[in-house]
């Protein structure tokens, strides 16, 4: 019997070495998400039928660049904007939304432009709000998403498609896009490179003072920097003596962390209050017992105690969609704007043993103090696109 029982941990023993670093880094992958990947509930995803498909595959992979490939396909099985890994390839499709122009939306089995981003050469293109979307690079829409949608899914529902659909119009790395678009009953081909800003700006945030003695404040992408945390308040205290304060979160898709938010929102509130709710699901899970807590804002020195407008929009993503969430528990502020990217939850990061990538998923859920979903949270002062925000913001100040 001992006999037996060594020679059989010898075998398990010999199989677990025998693995390569991409099946070992492919189970890493597929049993973290399955442990800690907090939004399941929300999804078409069959993740047992995730695991059977590309394992087949991963034991054909031989180089990174194949398993990068791999990685890629498997994570947009969950159709998540906020699931991804910090390397790719030149035939890899860029991020959504941080490098997005124009956000597609579905109607009635359509593909419609539903919105471009501010500040971006799309919009001197020529392709309009409201256009609908042919083909991208030769090929109809429908069955270029068709051919992309995730495999362990059946019957996929818009949301789905609609992720898909992102992906294609912000193109590959190493691809022209060549759109055509119905505008009113005409077709036209229009010929872009990557998307890109009409002017880039390295500052933290852009700042003056607008008619009506109205500060203003753009956030240049910078939520992850912590340098907002010390610029930020000392910027509002030279702000004190103006009429109200615009906040323009329209620029902030690439998320950021929670001490950046509260240094923003802290310089607006006079006492203490509850600002978001988490939820471990992991915990539930593992052990039945659900965790969840609230998470609370203290307020700065010399509040700002004038009304304050926070402008969002669909490139609004994580952290950004945060802060408005929790400006909207602020009796001075009004939150103006569209539908924000609707970024899942809170991520954590682990590195991959073999290839060292970077993976980055949520494991946490997140809420309004109120109970809604923080990717269900709509603005109190809703806009069509996000460019009519700014407008909407300077009409309810007079």
């Given amino acids: 019997?001992?006999?037996?029982?060594?020679?059989?941990?010898?075998l398990v023993s010999l199989t677990s070495f025998s693995q390569t670093k991409y099946q070992k880094d492919f189970d890493y992958l597929w049993?973290?998400?399955?442990?800690?990947?907090?939004?399941f509930d929300q999804k078409q995803t069959d993740w047992n039928k995730v695991k059977e498909i590309y394992q087949k595959k991963v034991d054909t992979i031989s180089k990174d660049s194949?398993?990068?490939?791999?990685?890629?396909?498997v994570i947009y099985e969950l159709y998540d904007a906020h699931i991804s890994i910090n390397r790719n390839l030149n035939s890899s499709?860029?991020?959504?939304?941080?490098?997005?122009?124009?956000?597609?939306?579905?109607?009635k089995g359509k593909y419609y432009i539903s919105d471009i981003r501010p500040n971006y050469k799309i919009e001197n293109s020529g392709i309009r709000i409201g256009s609908e979307l042919i083909s991208i690079n030769g090929r109809k829409i429908n069955g270029l998403v068709k051919s992309l949608l995730p495999k362990s899914i059946k019957n996929p529902k818009?949301?789905?498609?609609?992720?898909?659909?992102?992906?294609?119009?912000?193109?590959?790395?190493?691809e022209e896009r060549n759109f055509i678009v119905n505008n009113n009953g005409k077709e036209s081909l229009f010929r872009l490179a990557k998307p890109a800003a009409i002017e880039n700006n390295v500052e933290l945030f852009s700042s003056?003072?607008?008619?009506?003695?109205?500060?203003?404040?753009k956030f240049n992408n910078s939520l992850g920097n912590n340098s907002v945390i010390t610029a930020f308040p000392k910027k509002i205290d030279e702000f004190k003596n103006t009429k109200a304060i615009l906040l323009d979160l329209r620029d902030t898709p690439g998320g950021g962390n929670a001490e950046v938010a509260k240094s923003i929102m802290g310089k607006f509130v006079t006492k203490t209050i509850p600002y978001q709710k988490h939820e471990r699901v992991s915990l539930e899970k593992e052990f039945g017992i659900k965790r969840s807590w609230i998470e609370l804002l203290s307020p700065l020195k010399n509040p700002y105690e004038k009304p304050v407008i926070i402008l969002v929009g669909r490139w609004t993503g994580s952290i950004g969609e945060a802060i408005a969430q929790?400006?909207?528990?602020?009796?001075?502020?009004?939150?103006?704007?569209?539908?924000?990217?609707?970024?899942?939850?809170?991520i954590n990061c682990s590195?991959?043993?073999?290839?060292?990538?970077?993976?980055?998923?949520?494991?946490e859920k997140l809420y309004h103090v109120n109970g809604t979903p923080r990717e269900n949270f709509i603005p109190e002062y809703k806009t069509n696109t996000s460019k009519e925000a700014y407008f909407k913001a300077l009409e309810l100040l007079k």
């Fill in 208 to 217: 003056k003072i607008i008619e009506g003695n109205i500060g203003y404040i």
């Fill in 31 to 39: 049993s973290s998400i399955e442990n800690y990947y907090a939004y």
């Fill in 326 to 346: 929790g400006f909207s528990e602020i009796e001075s502020a009004k939150v103006v704007g569209t539908p924000m990217a609707k970024l899942l939850g809170s």
């Fill in 93 to 107: 499709f860029r991020l959504i939304p941080s490098s997005t122009d124009a956000w597609i939306k579905i109607k």
């Fill in 158 to 174: 818009d949301d789905v498609k609609e992720f898909i659909a992102n992906l294609l119009f912000a193109g590959r790395h190493n």
């Fill in 1 to 10: 019997m001992r006999n037996l029982l060594f020679v059989v941990v010898f």
């Fill in 66 to 73: 194949q398993f990068i490939k791999l990685v890629e396909d």
């Fill in 351 to 363: 590195s991959l043993p073999g290839t060292k990538i970077n993976l980055c998923f949520p494991t």
